[in-house]
């Protein structure tokens, strides 16, 4: 749900956007770290806030890392 944002925060599309691995922080709603695949080579690290279920809001791009390899961890950001 949250590519469309990347992609318009990176100026580029992605042919491939695969989560691999996350983790998730609860804060007043949920933060979810993910590692996502975007290229045969390139990998991202995304957090996506996910507001609580009575605010009826879809998970939001709170920020990304690029630059990142498969073995790079995932960390809180």
């Known amino acids: 749900q949250v590519k469309p944002q990347f992609e318009s925060k990176e100026s580029r ?3 491939m956007f695969t989560a691999i691995v996350y983790k998730t ?3 007043a709603g949920i933060n979810y770290f993910i590692k996502v695949q975007i290229s045969d ?3 991202v ?3 996506v806030f996910q507001s609580l279920p009575h605010e009826n809001q879809g998970p939001s791009l709170v920020s990304f890392q690029t630059g990142k390899t498969r073995d790079d961890p995932l960390t809180y950001f």
Request: aromatic share 8%; proline share 0%; charged share 15%.
């Open 45 to 47: 690290h995304l957090k």
């Open 25 to 27: 922080q609860v804060v």
């Open 41 to 43: 080579t390139e990998y």
């Open 13 to 15: 599309n992605c042919a």
